[in-house]
C-alpha cells in the first residue's frame, strides 16, 4: 500500500480531536458535575470522586506501557485500538444506572484516552520535518486543552439546557464518530513495521528510580501537578459554589479560565526560559512558591471563615504555574541520557495522575465523614470537611516547596551561563583565552538561538 500523506494529515487532526474529547471526561467528571451526580444517583461522595480516580489509575497507568506498545506497533496502531476503548466506554457512561457500569465506562475512558498523546507525538514527529515539529504539537496540545475549557462553563449550560445524561449522550456520539473515521482514515495510511525487538525493559525502571536527582524532581513535579488538577477535576467548582458562595455559572467559568491559563501557559513558560539563557529552576521554584502561598491562604480563610471570591483568582494562578512540562521535560534528559529519558518521563506523567487519584479519593472520604447539610436540594459540606481536605493541601505544598530547592539545572544551561560570563568578563581582552568544550553541536545551536 502506497503512502497517503493526506489520509496521515486526517488522522493527525482526528487525533488532536480524539484528545480533545478525552480532556472534556477528564476534566468533567465528577468537576463540572459533582452535586449533579450525588443527586441524581443518591451516592456519596466518595462515590462520586471515584469516577475520576478510576480514570486517573488507569490513564496513570496506561503511561507506562503505551510507550512500549507506540515504539514496538506504531502510534496510530495504538491510538486507532484506544479510540475504540474509549468510545465504547463514551457511550455506556450516560447510558448506565448503577455505579458499577459507570466505573466500568470510566476505565474504558481513562485506558483508551492514555493512548492519545504519546501516539500523536509520536506520529506527529515521524511526519512533520524537525523545524515544524514544536508548532504542530503546540497545535495538538491547544486542541486538546481546549477540552478542558469547554468541560466547564459551556459544558454546565449544556447540563442545564438538556441534562447530564443528554449532553454526555452526545459527546458520546462525537466520540464513536471520530473512532470510526479514524479507523477509517488508518485503512489507507501505510504502517511503520512492527519492531518485535521492543519489550518492556525493566532495567529502564530500575535507572529511572536509582537516580536521586529523578525522584527529587518528582516529588515536586508530581504533587506541584496534583494540587491544580484536583482543584481543576474533583473540588474547586464545588468548594467555590459551598464556601465562597458562588452561583453553579460564576464557579464553572471560574474553572474554564483556569483551563484556558493552563493551555496557555506552557508556551509561555518555555518563552520566559528560553529568553533567560534556558534557565529553568527558577520558574520551578517561582511556581512551587505561589502554590504554596495560595493553598496557605485558602486554608487561613476556611480556618476563619472568611468567604471571599478572591480565592479564585489563587487557584487561576496555580494552574498558570502548573503547565511546566516545557521545562521539566528537557531537565529528565539531561539528568538521564537518551536511553533511559523516556522512561523517566512515562514514570514523571503516570505520578501526575496517580497523585490526583489519591488526593481524588482523599477529598471524597474528607466530604462524606464531616457533618453536612442540605441547602435548595444541594449537598453543602461543612467548612470543617474544607478544613481537613486544604490542611492535606497545604502539608504536599509545602513538600513540594522544599523539594524544589533540591532540583539540579541542567548541566547544557550551566556550561551555557558560564560561556557567556566568560564572553563578558574578556571582552575586551585582545587574545582571550578560547573558553572550553564549545564544540558541542547542540549547545551552539542553542546559544545562537538564545
Request: net charge neutral.
Amino acid at each position: 500500500m502506497n503512502r497517503k500523506p493526506w489520509a496521515e494529515i486526517c488522522l493527525v487532526i482526528l487525533g488532536s480531536l480524539l484528545y480533545f474529547m478525552a480532556n472534556l471526561h477528564r476534566v468533567a467528571v465528577p468537576g463540572a458535575m459533582f452535586d449533579t451526580l450525588i443527586d441524581d444517583l443518591a451516592v456519596t461522595a466518595q462515590s462520586v470522586t471515584a469516577l475520576g480516580s478510576i480514570f486517573m489509575y488507569s490513564y496513570a497507568l496506561g503511561q507506562l506501557v503505551i510507550g512500549v506498545l507506540i515504539a514496538r506497533f506504531g502510534g496510530f496502531r495504538v491510538v486507532t485500538v484506544g479510540s475504540l476503548l474509549f468510545f465504547a466506554g463514551s457511550l455506556l457512561f450516560p447510558f448506565a444506572q448503577s455505579l458499577p457500569l459507570l466505573y466500568v465506562s470510566r476505565l474504558l475512558i481513562g485506558l483508551g484516552s492514555a493512548s492519545f498523546y504519546l501516539g500523536m507525538i509520536n506520529e506527529t514527529r515521524r511526519l512533520v520535518p524537525k523545524k515544524n515539529f514544536g508548532v504542530v504539537l503546540s497545535l495538538i496540545l491547544l486542541v486538546g486543552y481546549l477540552g478542558g475549557i469547554v468541560a466547564n462553563a459551556p459544558l454546565v449550560v449544556c447540563m442545564h439546557q438538556l441534562g447530564w445524561r443528554e449532553s454526555f449522550i452526545i459527546a458520546g456520539v462525537l466520540s464513536a464518530v471520530l473512532a470510526v473515521l479514524f479507523i477509517c482514515f488508518d485503512r489507507a495510511v501505510k504502517h511503520v513495521e512492527i519492531d518485535k525487538t521492543v519489550h518492556m525493559d525493566f532495567e529502564l525502571f530500575k535507572s529511572t528510580f536509582s537516580n536521586k536527582k529523578n525522584l527529587v524532581l518528582y516529588l515536586f513535579a508530581c504533587f506541584n501537578y496534583g494540587l491544580y488538577y484536583v482543584i481543576q477535576t474533583v473540588i474547586g467548582k464545588k468548594f467555590l459554589e459551598d464556601f465562597c458562595l458562588m452561583s453553579v455559572m460564576t464557579a464553572a467559568t471560574v474553572l474554564s479560565i483556569m483551563g484556558f491559563l493552563y493551555a496557555i501557559a506552557g508556551s509561555v513558560i518555555a518563552f520566559a526560559s528560553k529568553a533567560s539563557l534556558n534557565r529553568r529552576t527558577i520558574f520551578l521554584r517561582l511556581s512551587a512558591l505561589n502554590t504554596l502561598l495560595v493553598f496557605g491562604i485558602v486554608l487561613l480563610c476556611v480556618c476563619f471563615n472568611l468567604r471571599t471570591p478572591w480565592i479564585a483568582l489563587g487557584f487561576c494562578t496555580i494552574s498558570f504555574g502548573a503547565s511546566l512540562s516545557p521545562l521539566l521535560v528537557p531537565l529528565l534528559h539531561d539528568y538521564n541520557g537518551q536511553r533511559v529519558a523516556n522512561t523517566s518521563i512515562s514514570v514523571m506523567t503516570c505520578g501526575f495522575y496517580l497523585v490526583v487519584a489519591i488526593l481524588g479519593s482523599v477529598v471524597g472520604f474528607c466530604l462524606d465523614n464531616f457533618s453536612h447539610l442540605r441547602v435548595e436540594g444541594s449537598l453543602v459540606a461543612h467548612h470543617s470537611a474544607y478544613i481537613a481536605i486544604f490542611s492535606i493541601l497545604f502539608a504536599l505544598s509545602i513538600i513540594s516547596f522544599i523539594s524544589v530547592f533540591k532540583i539540579e539545572e541542567s548541566r547544557k544551561t550551566l556550561r551555557l551561563i558560564q560561556h557567556i560570563n566568560y564572553v563578558k568578563e574578556h571582552e575586551n581582552d585582545e587574545q582571550p583565552e578560547p573558553a572550553e568544550h564549545w564544540h558541542d553541536e547542540y549547545e551552539h545551536d542553542l546559544y545562537n538561538n538564545v
